[in-house]
């Protein structure tokens, strides 16, 4: 499998590579309770896992290897929209509900920090000091009264963490990393959760960098608390004097602010569930065979599945498992769990992805038929190792979270029907089929042809990818995009609604499920672009990136266009990809694609021998030439050129002159 791009919305590959010294200073962040520069961890050892994702190991090994670990609170974005920027937050993190409300022994594992940069300044660095306080250190309102600070003037922090972020880009852009500390970030049993507060400093610094709306910001986003909780207060030191200002409610420049969707990060806390017990009772079905295995249910209530899987379903083996709820009565939802608690898979809980309100999940290799109006079994929802498995069904509204922990919506009594189908014991999976369009305004109708310059297609200006899914556009070509013949297809997603911090992916597939082309970031800044045929450079509005054939010549035929968000999984080099790609990053930021076809001919320009007296290069040529553009004649009339020395049609004029001197210093015709 090969994971296509590193960068996303909670992480990235991009610039985390080293750490400064920590200076044995004092950091005002908290007034009367300076928290010591020396507790502030340096973390270093970037590296990427199995997955491609980043992970900032500060030490070897995990204290909790015997428990299972989980998502203990999640913040799921819904709408990368108004994003928050300031360089100095903290804000509160609930454990209930989720696998936290009532455990004891807590431990935070593993936790995200998100930088972005507006992006008109210049590529520069900074460090993000992320410090986690007890709850019962913390009060909007002033700890000890109106006015007052919001962190008690004797609280020790539960840790503190120092992070470098090098080489930020000039360009509009965001990253995040998935912090894994060497010691676990131990939690006061009976506190219902902590605040974390985050600082942005120059490298080395101590105290809150200056806001600046164009340079490097940390980012709060439009999100939904899946798994736990969050007050709509959040405090932000907008004066950046490194202390927060407790007060009421009020307007800025109040420090103590409420909005109920901008919510800080990090977007996910990991940590210890403990040890976690099996649900009962439970269904066991046993090992699936390849094929159908299909269980019925009385009733909707909250009903447990017991499977077992004796291969790994993987993209590269060719495996799949899909479940739904197709055939029942009752309106399901559905979450699969491994043995640890863990929800598996991208994603593992669904309401709706089959047709009417089935629940739908789809693991491993892609692309069979879909019911309905419901999606396609695509193995959108991940991969999974070979074991045990439960799959928790329950009426519409079942809330599922780690650890088993499920809240049933309400039961309305309705049988329900539960379909298990795989290839894990050695099955060959049947023929892909092809994508279905997106949308209507996505199935291109008219076959694209080579003419002038011309835009043959769009998708519409807001176009807002699904979370952790692929958009599917379809269309024909008329003849090749071919360099021979100066014909040209380029696709761009410098298109009205695409998002200017959008780090996207475009792939082409062809008719068979292979992939043609892909690109992450050929475009400006994080946007992807391709581009088919002629060489002859071209530009497209403002993107100041060229379309010039790098991706070489794409034959007549039909073709199945993907785009989504980074990261995506696939399975480029198999010998047949099945239209198989996998979308991964919860955001749902616009991303747009148009597709120009058009000829563009390289330019020819006559041979260097102005006069054709055999010798060249030679300065008589360029007296020849210079005296013809003139007006002149040439010593060795008629045998001389035309003074059309690049053919555009057009002489005499400075471009002839130009690029023969181009020519005549080696250069080539076209500049």
Not at 185 to 200: E, K, N, R, S, T
Not at 620 to 649: K, M, T
């Amino acid at each position: 499998m090969k994971n296509r791009a590193l960068l996303m919305l909670t992480l990235a590959a991009g610039g985390v590579v080293s750490m400064p010294a920590i200076a044995q200073t004092t950091n005002p962040e908290s007034a009367g309770a300076p928290v010591p520069m020396s507790q502030f961890q340096q973390l270093g050892n970037f590296t990427a896992d199995a997955n491609g994702y980043v992970r900032v190991e500060a030490g070897l090994g995990n204290p909790f290897t015997t428990n299972a670990l989980g998502t203990v609170f999640e913040n799921t974005q819904v709408q990368f929209a108004n994003p928050l920027a300031s360089t100095h937050i903290i804000d509160d993190y609930g454990f209930a509900p989720g696998p936290w409300a009532n455990q004891t022994g807590r431990a935070i594992t593993t936790f995200d920090v998100l930088l972005g940069n507006n992006g008109t300044g210049a590529a520069t660095q900074r460090d993000v000091l992320v410090t986690f306080w007890d709850e019962d250190d913390v009060n909007y309102l002033g700890f000890t009264g109106n006015g007052t600070n919001m962190i008690r003037a004797a609280a020790v922090p539960l840790a503190a963490f120092r992070i470098a972020f090098t080489n930020i880009p000039a360009a509009p852009w965001f990253s995040g990393l998935i912090v894994t500390p060497a010691t676990p970030i131990a939690v006061p049993d009976g506190d219902a959760g902590i605040f974390i507060q985050y600082m942005l400093t120059a490298v080395g610094g101590t105290t809150p960098q200056v806001f600046n709306a164009n340079g490097p910001v940390l980012w709060g986003v439009n999100e939904g608390v899946q798994i736990g909780s969050n007050i709509p207060s959040w405090g932000r030191d907008r004066n950046n004097d490194g202390i927060f200002i407790g007060n009421p409610l009020a307007a800025p420049p109040i420090e103590h602010n409420a909005s109920t969707p901008q919510l800080m990060m990090p977007q996910t806390l990991v940590g210890d569930l403990g040890g976690v017990t099996l649900p009962t009772p439970r269904v066991n079905v046993g090992c699936l065979v390849d094929g159908s295995t299909v269980r019925s249910q009385a009733t909707d209530s909250l009903t447990w599945y017991e499977v077992c899987l004796n291969a790994a379903v993987n993209d590269d083996a060719l495996t799949f498992l899909d479940i739904d709820t197709e055939g029942s009565a009752a309106n399901l939802d559905m979450a699969l769990y491994n043995s640890e608690g863990v929800i598996v898979g991208v994603s593992g809980i669904d309401a709706g992805d089959g047709s009417g309100d089935n629940a739908q999940l789809s693991f491993g290799i892609g692309r069979r038929d879909l019911v309905g109006d419901g999606l396609q079994y695509d193995g959108r929802d991940g991969e999974m190792p070979a074991g045990t498995y439960f799959l928790a069904v329950g009426p519409a509204g079942t809330v599922f979270t780690p650890a088993f922990n499920v809240a049933a919506g309400t039961t309305a009594g309705t049988a329900g029907t539960i379909n298990f189908r795989t290839n894990v014991n050695g099955t060959a999976p049947a023929a892909s089929v092809p994508p279905v369009t997106t949308t209507p305004l996505l199935d291109f109708a008219l076959p694209f042809t080579y003419g002038t310059d011309e835009l043959e297609q769009a998708t519409t200006g807001d176009t807002e990818m699904p979370q952790r899914r692929v958009n599917w556009a379809k269309f024909t070509t008329v003849g090749a995009a071919s360099a021979s013949t100066g014909t040209y297809l380029d696709i761009d997603a410098n298109v009205a609604g695409t998002d200017l911090i959008t780090n996207g992916v475009f792939y082409v597939f062809d008719s068979s499920g292979n992939v043609v082309a892909f690109d992450n970031d050929s475009g400006p800044g994080l946007w992807p672009q391709l581009s088919f045929g002629s060489t002859t450079p071209r530009f497209r509005g403002t993107n100041t990136e060229s379309f010039a054939g790098a991706n070489g010549d794409l034959p007549e035929g039909t073709y199945y266009f993907a785009f989504a968000t980074a990261v995506t999984e696939d399975i480029a080099g198999a010998t047949s990809d099945r239209w198989h790609v996998r979308g991964t990053n919860g955001s749902t930021v616009p991303l747009n694609a148009a597709f120009f076809t058009g000829t563009a001919i390289a330019a020819v320009c006559d041979v260097i021998d102005f006069n054709n007296d055999g010798l060249f290069p030679d300065d008589n040529d360029l007296v020849q030439f210079l005296a013809v553009l003139a007006g002149g004649a040439c010593d060795n009339d008629p045998n001389c050129n035309d003074i059309d020395f690049n053919n555009d049609g057009l002489f005499p004029d400075d471009s002839d002159l130009i690029t023969f001197l181009r020519v005549l210093a080696g250069g080539e015709c076209a500049g």
